[in-house]
């Protein structure tokens, strides 16, 4: 499905004049601001120790529980504040620096190459469409457009979509992000079938996000108590 607008009636080349006026005047640089930087070192550093005390540290439930939290936010810290700007190129005026940035999403179980064309080039580019935008499809028992009034199960989505929404990084992980390379398209849109860097990120990208979640932990600890916080830590991420 493509979606086609009238031409352009000069608003967005005012805005960028505008948005690009104001920085100039004031003397603020649009990217490589220190400030991202440091946001960038806590936020990994958060992360980082988040897991060390949770894998390597915690030795019963009420000293696991809170560090999954911390974890799930730190995660959470990493997928708005350093990939999101990375995978925009808007973090760094350096393609390699933004690149990196975005590499964090692979890291954390999610494909940067996939969410880059499913979030720049879909979402912004037909937001809140309905057979287009997938991210108000999610799924047979969620039903997100306001044009219809709601039917079946979906009257009552109110009740238990709440709860559905702790699975939904988990599916992204294990399911979503394979689906949607296999088929070659993401929703109605079909997509290019990555490059050989873009394909080896991915792969290697979930390898060690895997790894991380599931084979170090398992060393240290049962393999029923690295799912079930897995499952908790998931679970606060999303909701």
């Known amino acids: 499905m493509t979606v086609k607008y009238a031409r352009s009636t000069g608003f967005q080349k005012a805005l960028k004049g505008r948005v690009g006026e104001y920085f100039r005047n004031r003397g603020l640089p649009q990217r490589d601001l220190p400030q991202m930087y440091i946001k960038t070192a806590v936020i990994l550093s958060w992360c980082a120790v988040s897991y060390w005390l949770l894998v390597f540290q915690a030795r019963a439930w009420y000293q696991a529980l809170p560090l999954c939290l911390s974890l799930a936010l730190a995660v959470a810290g990493i997928g708005f504040n350093i990939q999101h700007d990375g995978s925009h190129g808007a973090y760094s005026n350096s393609k390699a620096i933004n690149s990196l940035m975005a590499t964090t999403l692979d890291l954390i179980g999610g494909s940067s190459y996939l969410w880059r064309i499913k979030h720049n080039l879909i979402h912004h580019h037909s937001p809140n469409i309905i057979g287009v935008d997938t991210d108000i499809d999610i799924g047979p028992l969620g039903y997100l457009p306001p044009d219809r009034p709601l039917n079946g199960i979906h ?51 979930k390898a060690l996000a895997f790894c991380l979640m599931f084979v170090i932990p398992g060393a240290k600890h049962a393999w029923w108590m690295v799912g079930v916080f897995y499952g908790v830590t998931s679970f606060v991420l999303d909701v």
Not at 160 to 189: E, H, V
Not at 194 to 202: S, Y
């Open 155 to 205: 009257r009552f989505q109110f009740l238990y979509l709440w709860l559905l929404y702790g699975f939904l990084a988990a599916k992204w992980q294990f399911f979503d992000d394979f689906r949607d390379l296999i088929r070659g398209r993401i929703g109605s849109c079909r997509v290019s079938p990555p490059g050989r860097w873009e394909l080896a990120r991915l792969l290697v990208g």
